[in-house]
């Protein structure tokens, strides 16, 4: 066993940083889900997403220390391609919400967090370590306790949730493919426009869409764009550097605590024992996947 080392650690810390940020982006969601469309919700988001990072591309060039590169063609295509299934996750994802019921879609969008793993084992034929499986298995317990998922028939926005959290599962591992790539944040920029401009044109010829509504919706618009897209999206990338896919989808996966732990403190919503022992679960699942099994 050895110790976490630094670059580990730092990836981790954007990881979670990413699932707060993502977890007080529920409720943004939720309001807008009655107000717009999914694919203009996102099309509109992932705009000012790619808006966003475009102008501070030199500024976080600089700080990140990313050197200039002749070639940007080779990670263009792995961009196009995170892109196109991101806005894929994200519509099923916003259309799954109006369909079912809050704790049943945190539950079943959040099953990542064994997909991955196992997408790993069957076809990339990578085994991930002993104590990522239990911090697996902790994880899904936590979640199922933290979100209650009601019980009764299937419905239909089960099954888009289902499918969102394939979409995640994929676009994880696409991001990971990409961590060696020079320039992350032209990536996510990239990835963005493809996103939000395909969400676009999809809301503009299948979704109604009238001035009240996009104004009403705003305030929930511009956070999904500016933080929970352009700065989350952006620190998963940057995260995923240097983290494992399995050990990533754990630590995101904490979305669902800090949703619970926002609704908590903002929105003065109560929390029964399960849930909380759903937190500590989750958290406990996050720091049994820091440990390296691997020897010296």
């Known amino acids: 066993m050895k110790p976490l080392n630094n670059r580990k650690l730092r990836g981790s810390l954007l990881l979670m940083i990413t699932a707060m940020i993502w977890g007080l982006a529920f409720v943004a969601q939720s309001v807008a889900a009655d107000l717009v469309g999914p694919m203009t919700f996102n099309g509109i988001r992932f705009l000012l997403a790619s808006l966003e990072v475009f102008l501070l591309e030199p ?20 961009a196009v391609l995170a892109g196109l299934v991101l806005i894929t996750a994200s519509w099923l994802q916003q259309a799954g919400i109006r369909y079912t019921t809050a704790g049943k879609a945190g539950f079943i969008t959040s099953f990542y967090v064994v997909l991955v793993p196992l997408a790993e084992l069957l076809f ?3 085994k991930p370590a002993f104590n990522i499986w239990i911090a697996v298995g902790t994880a899904c317990i936590g979640l199922y306790l933290l979100s209650a998922p009601e ?13 969102c959290a394939v979409c995640f599962t994929v676009h994880i591992l696409v991001i990971d493919s990409a961590a060696g790539i020079p320039n ?5 920029a990239v990835q963005y426009l493809i996103a939000g401009a395909v969400g676009m044109l999809f809301g503009l010829l299948f979704e109604p869409l ?11 618009i511009l ?24 050990v ?22 109560s929390m029964n024992s399960a849930e909380l022992l759903g937190c500590v679960l989750m958290f406990a699942a996050v720091l049994l996947s820091q440990i390296d099994m691997k020897k010296e």
């Open 59 to 78: 500024i976080l060039s600089r700080y990140l220390k990313i050197e200039a590169e002749d070639n940007p063609v080779g990670w263009m295509k792995t």
């Open 124 to 126: 990339l034929h990578h």
């Open 151 to 163: 019980k009764g028939a299937v419905q239909f926005g089960d099954f888009l949730e289902l499918l």
């Open 184 to 188: 992350p944040i032209r990536f996510c």
């Open 210 to 220: 009238s001035a009240a509504s996009l104004l009403k919706a705003a305030p929930s």
């Open 223 to 246: 956070y999904a764009g500016l933080l929970s897209a352009g700065l989350g999206y952006t620190l998963q990338v940057i995260g995923q550097r240097d983290a494992d896919p399995a």
């Open 248 to 269: 990533a989808s754990v630590i995101l996966s904490l979305e669902s605590v800090f949703s619970a732990l926002f609704g908590f403190w903002i929105l003065k919503e």
